[in-house]
């Protein structure tokens, strides 16, 4: 059924203290500001300066006493108020043009007193052009005076403003703690401020310097950093904020260093900015909602039905669910943020309509529990909550009835009959005894010291989850909380059979935290390296069997939904592209080349190179690892053929090598297709050793040679003596000699010759004696008797006696 947007009374407000006061302002006045306490029993309402008294009201719901205040003409009113966000009691802060804070605070005492009083703008002349409260701080925007340093001009004017930090917390049972002022950002334009739980954003204003009007910042206390974004350049950069780096915090400086963010654009035109948990919403004058994120992108929520006719027009802004609320003059509508799309429109009775932000974590009372998960809208008919409510009539099934038809869904999808399965017949069939044993606990018929005994541990585990949901929602220790979070699920997922919503759920998973997501299977698969550039596993099969398999039921998974293999294979390419041919040698060894999930299937190179895209736009470098490692000689011959194209001898032998002693085939293969190379030209001769090596040892001589002749390039003229300037060296006999001795036996011979080119081989190596180029007596010829073996047959030695 269609869940219906819903307007439900809260409150009447006659149950706060001050009730006509209340709706004599809400009716009367468009531009009070409102704001509620965090723990949602106290409505605070400030008039701008200049209204008629009284310009401040604080009802509470219940007990208690309203605070209403009111300053004569001629003396200044607050600039804006704030609850702070104290547990211990409720507390206030008023904020003055001219830089005077005042905390207000209820004690022991009935009533509201005055804690502390403080200036905050040292400097004379100053004064204070906004402020928030953000938790345990006061954040505000003062104008200084720019003669201060010496400048003039318009320029100098709308740079001389600085952001200032103090904090603020409470201090025993009825005083405050101040801290110092710290400068935030100095030598800045005018800046709006919107504090959200964990975020203060620094938005430009209708006066901001247009030059820099297209610009705001994101300052994340808890990080310690800045975010600097043009929503309409699609550009963001992140800043540490470390004062011992120089002088981080000058804007012009922060700018300069940033490239891009200035390029001429116009200024943001910007209706109403409203913080929300996800970031921060703003409309236009067009009546398009944006969402600014954290992390400084931004994106197109949705398109009103209406758009703000004048600035003067009242709007605001909320999220909640997922959802979008937009109440613009008298008319509430309602978008979804993840499309866009309008759920439901309705019109209200009064165009005075507040929207108030949702107590804070852990400080709501029984009602607000009740109510939790909607927007709070506030008029002077009455308090209402807006949320999504399930139609009335709506029956839902029992805890016993929610078994059977859960555990009917699993066993039909295991279950290879074709009769469907229906719950009466888990009931009363003996052969599924987990539902029964389930419904029976729910059921009651265990005794509870049992029940607790059997689920401790799971009560235990899910005690930790619960805490650290907590955790996350109160903003406390955020990354470390998330990455805890990602890796409980993954163990979760990972004991499941993953199917379609698990495997869907797991690549939510990793596209959203893959950092964590990957320690959590790296615990699962217990996965180190060996020192060795190589991974090693200690994981049990079973668990490798889930990892290898491509799919369950033999099911196709969705559209964009990856098996866990190909998942893994896509997250290290983000993080760790180094480790992604270990990790698939690795899981090669544990599943056998080319077998998923126990059946014959692609292999497991095939599967990571279609992670890496289309052939032609993968990383040339991984392309090869996952070829070469893969054991395939198809892949191996194909990965050396790209190393010779490429004129990587080296690699390509080596790769050659490392597979001669499991692939003498394959060695042989490579051999030959070095061979060729080598024959065709003399960029290989460096490499020779190393082509001798591969050289297969039952590869006669005259086998050699003929490989050879087949590569030779043609010669289409006689043979020079030598090359001519610039033409390739050709193929010498002394290149040869080399390969042709290792095509040989280890000794030399004692049979017959089997080759004409045996004697090459086996030639003693060492020439004979040169013979006297001078004239040599009969004596002397006689004491070297080797010599007439060089006289040619049939023909003397000429002597002459000179003495």
């Not at 993953?498 to 869907?504: E, K, N, R, Y």
């Not at 081989?761 to 020439?767: A, E, Q």
Request: proline letters at 10%; hydrophobic letters at 40%; one cysteine or more.
């Amino acid at each position: 059924m269609k869940r219906a947007g819903t307007l439900r009374l809260l409150s009447d407000l006659n149950n706060f203290s001050g009730a006509a006061r209340l709706r004599e302002l809400l009716a009367g006045d468009p531009d009070v500001r409102v704001r509620c306490s965090p723990d949602g029993r106290h409505l605070l309402l400030l008039r701008p300066p200049g209204a008629p008294g009284p310009q401040l009201l604080v009802a509470v719901r219940g007990p208690g006493a309203e605070l209403e205040r009111a300053w004569p003409a001629g003396q200044p009113s607050p600039l804006d108020a704030f609850f702070l966000p104290w547990p211990a009691r409720p507390a206030l802060v008023l904020v003055w043009e001219s830089g005077l804070a005042e905390v207000w605070g209820t004690g022991v005492g009935p009533g509201w007193r005055l804690l502390q009083s403080t200036e905050l703008c040292t400097g004379g002349g100053a004064r204070v052009v906004a402020v928030a409260a953000p938790r345990g701080r006061l954040v505000w925007c003062e104008e200084r005076q720019a003669g201060a340093e010496g400048r003039e001009g318009p320029p100098a004017v709308a740079f001389s403003h600085c952001v200032c930090v103090r904090t603020l917390e409470p201090s025993g049972e009825a005083g405050t703690n101040l801290g110092r002022t710290h400068i935030l950002l100095h030598n800045c334009p005018r800046f709006g401020l919107l504090t959200s739980r964990k975020d203060l954003f620094l938005v430009p204003t209708a006066t901001t310097w247009p030059g820099v009007g297209h610009i705001l910042l994101i300052w994340s206390p808890s990080k310690g950093k800045v975010v600097v974004a043009a929503p309409c350049l699609g550009l963001s950069h992140s800043k540490s904020l470390n004062p011992g780096g120089g002088d981080p915090w000058d804007f012009r400086t922060l700018l300069r260093g940033l490239p891009g963010l200035l390029s001429p654009r116009q200024p943001l035109t910007v209706h109403t900015w409203a913080p929300t948990p996800q970031g921060l919403l703003w409309l236009d004058f067009r009546g398009t909602v944006s969402l600014v994120q954290p992390h400084g992108g931004t994106r197109a929520v949705g398109t009103l039905q209406e758009a703000p006719a004048s600035l003067a027009g009242s709007a605001a802004l909320g999220a909640f669910h997922g959802t979008l609320a937009c109440v613009l003059g008298s008319t509430l509508e309602l978008l979804d943020m993840g499309s866009g799309q309008l759920l439901e429109r309705k019109v209200l009775s009064t165009d005075r309509v507040h929207l108030l932000e949702p107590p804070a974590p852990g400080m709501e009372n029984e009602e607000e529990l009740e109510t939790r998960g909607g927007l709070r809208l506030l008029s002077a008919v009455g308090l209402f909550r807006v949320g999504w409510e399930a139609p009335q009539g709506l029956e839902l099934p029992s805890a016993e009835d929610l078994v059977f038809e859960e555990a009917c869904e699993y066993y039909q999808r295991r279950s290879l009959r074709g009769a469907r399965l229906t719950p009466e017949e888990l009931r009363h069939n003996s052969t599924f005894r987990a539902p029964q044993a389930l419904a029976s606990i729910l059921q009651g018929h265990v005794s509870p010291s049992t029940l607790l005994t059997t689920l401790r541990a799971e009560l235990r585990d899910y005690r930790g989850l619960e805490q650290l949901k907590a955790q996350l929602v109160a903003g406390d220790d955020e990354e470390a909380g998330w990455t805890e979070l990602a890796e409980h699920e993954v163990a979760r997922l990972l004991r499941t059979e993953l199917m379609g919503d698990q495997l869907a759920q797991l690549n939510t998973v990793f596209q959203a935290l893959p950092t964590a997501a990957w320690g959590a299977i790296l615990r699962a698969l217990q996965l180190q390296p060996d020192g060795n550039g190589r991974l090693r596993s200690q994981a049990p099969p079973d668990v490798w069997k889930k990892v290898l398999g491509v799919t369950t039921g033999g099911k196709e998974p969705p559209s964009g939904i990856l098996p866990l293999f190909e998942l893994l294979c896509q997250c290290l390419c983000r993080l760790e592209p180094r480790w992604l041919p270990p990790f698939v040698e690795l899981a090669q060894q544990q599943g056998g080349p080319g077998w998923g999930s126990g059946g014959p299937g692609l292999p497991l190179y095939r599967r990571a190179l279609e992670v890496l895209g289309e052939e032609g736009t993968r990383p040339e470098a991984l392309e090869l690892d996952l070829l070469l490692g893969s054991g395939r000689p198809k892949a191996v011959l194909q990965a050396v053929g790209q190393l010779v194209q490429k004129e990587e001898w080296e690699r390509a032998l080596e790769a050659g090598l490392a597979l001669s002693s499991s692939s003498p085939l394959l060695r042989s293969e490579i051999f030959k297709l070095l061979l060729a190379e080598f024959a065709r030209h003399r960029r290989l001769d460096a490499h020779l050793p190393l082509l001798c090596r591969l050289c297969p040892p039952d590869l006669a001589p005259t086998e050699l040679l003929l490989l050879l002749r087949t590569h030779l390039p043609d010669e289409l003229e006689p043979p020079a003596p030598f090359p001519e300037p610039g033409a390739e060296p050709p193929l010498t006999v002394g290149l040869l000699r080399a390969l042709l001795e290792q095509t040989g036996t280890q000794g030399r011979p004692s049979g017959p010759v089997l080759s004409q080119y045996e004697d090459i081989l086996w030639d003693p190596g060492t020439p004979p004696p040169t013979p006297p180029r001078g004239p040599m007596s009969a004596l002397q010829a006689s004491d070297h008797p080797g010599l007439e073996a060089w006289a040619p047959s049939g023909q003397g030695l000429c002597v002459t006696d000179t003495s």
